[in-house]
């Protein structure tokens, strides 16, 4: 395995114990998520 085939694996596994840490957070409360179209509506009429 080259350098970067090492570097773009432990960065895979990086996002996938941050995704894991995220769902958990959804699913225990601690977090909470937003409709896809409310953040687009304010993202439109801040940034144009």
């Known amino acids: 395995m080259?350098?970067?085939e090492?570097?773009?694996e432990e960065i895979g596994q990086e996002w996938d114990?941050?995704?894991e840490a995220r769902l958990q957070d959804i699913e225990s409360g601690r977090a909470s998520g937003r409709p896809v179209m409310e953040v687009v509506r304010e993202m439109?009429?801040?940034y144009g």
Do not use: D, F
């Open 17 to 19: 114990a941050e995704l």
């Open 6 to 8: 090492q570097i773009e």
């Open 2 to 4: 080259t350098t970067t």
């Open 44 to 46: 439109r009429a801040k």
